[in-house]
Nanobody, 122 residues
Framework: QVQLVESGGGLVQPGGSLRLSCAAS????????MGWYRQAPGKQRELVAG???????RYADSVEGRFTISRDNAKNTVYLQMNSLKPEDTAVYYC????????????????WGQGTQVTVSS
């Protein structure tokens, strides 16, 4: 069983910063990609940022230059540093782990965290 536990959400003023963390636990052999998605009320879940085990990253256009994703492969942990936050960044942020294997020849699965609320408001 694999669990993703997120932390770091909260209330911040516009222009402020937050750092989200997500740790994957369980008998994990490998995780190819980890990332962050978000879902605002009445909107679809969207990709915010992703990072592969090799360090390749991608970002949504709306956060490029403001958010930075990083990863500690040894700890199966992914981080999202969010700077210059805007009210439109308000959403529930979900951690994702993709192509997770529990052994070298095991089937790959995708897992989601429970979500953490980020609210940007004055």
């Amino acid at each position: 069983q694999v669990q993703l536990v997120e932390s770091g959400g909260g209330l911040v003023q516009p222009g402020g910063s937050l750092r989200l963390s997500c740790a994957a636990s369980g008998s994990i052999f490998s995780i190819y990609a980890m990332g962050w998605y978000r879902q605002a009320p009445g909107k679809q879940r969207e990709l915010v940022a992703g990072i592969t085990s090799g360090g390749s990253t991608r970002y949504a256009d709306s956060v490029e230059g403001r958010f930075t994703i990083s990863r500690d492969n040894a700890k199966n942990t992914v981080y999202l540093q969010m700077n210059s936050l805007k009210p439109e960044d308000t959403a529930v942020y979900y951690c994702n782990a993709d192509r997770v294997r529990l052994c070298v020849s095991c089937t790959e699965y995708k897992y989601w965290g429970q979500g953490t609320q980020v609210t940007v408001s004055s």
